[in-house]
């Protein structure tokens, strides 16, 4: 009940393209729901988060997606950039300041 | 502002030696958790500190122990090091809002 399911495990995008990772959580507990970004060698950066009393936040090119019912959100990256390339994960917890239950991660590379 | 800095960058280490890990946190936060990230794999948590006491736990033995200063810096300890605590070890700061993670420590053992 701990576990968030992140898919797909790596994913390839062309230059402008539109990435999309998808997290899945069974515990209704949670209530904070962020996105981070990690490059190799370096710790994970918070890209963004959310919480389930609203359905979608945009930041800039960065999009999360948050169904409550399904236990499901996805973060959408537009116009994807080869700068993006890295590894994306997924995370959860009960208040903002709490244990974070990480996804197991994707791998995103934007090919120019 | 400095953010999360970890020390050291990367250690080697043997088999049941012990090994201690330091975290300074983002200034203004108070609170620091410790992540274990194998390989490939996402951060586990393993503990967090708040006001120098152990807050929360995750799933790890006894061997790993920490501490948390009165300037809210904070250690993480490792006792009888095994191969399979190799890893990235990362330390997160907050205060009344989200995590920042460090740059983490990469530990070896050998």
């Known amino acids: 009940q701990q576990q968030v399911k992140q898919s797909p495990q790596s994913l390839i995008v062309q230059k402008g393209g539109i990435s999309i990772i998808n997290c899945a959580y069974e515990n209704t507990a949670f209530d904070y729901f962020p996105w981070y970004q990690q490059f190799p060698g370096k710790g994970p950066a918070l890209l963004i988060a959310?919480?389930?009393?609203?359905s979608e936040k945009k930041e800039g090119r960065f999009t999360i997606s948050f169904n409550k019912s399904a236990k499901q959100f996805s973060l959408h990256i537009m116009d994807s950039q080869p700068g993006d390339s890295a590894t994306y994960f997924c995370?959860?917890?009960?208040?903002?300041?709490?244990?974070?239950?990480f996804g197991q991660g994707t791998t995103l590379q934007v090919k120019p | 502002d400095a953010g999360v800095t970890q020390s050291p960058t990367h250690l080697i280490k043997t088999r049941g030696q012990q090994v201690t890990l330091r975290c300074s946190p983002k200034s203004g936060h108070d609170t620091v958790s410790w992540y274990q990230q194998a390989l490939g794999q996402g951060p586990q948590f393993i503990f967090q500190y708040y006001e120098e006491e152990e807050r929360q736990r995750g799933n790890f033995p006894d061997r790993f122990s920490g501490h948390q200063f009165p300037n809210y810096s904070s250690e993480l300890n490792v006792n009888a090091l095994l191969l399979g605590d190799s890893a990235l070890y990362l330390c997160?700061?907050?205060?009344?809002?989200?995590?920042?993670f460090g740059p983490g420590t990469r530990l070896t053992v050998l």
């Open positions: 997160a700061s907050s205060q009344i809002d989200e995590q920042f």
């Open positions: 995370a959860a917890s009960k208040g903002n300041t709490g244990k974070l239950i």
């Open positions: 959310i919480r389930p009393d609203v």
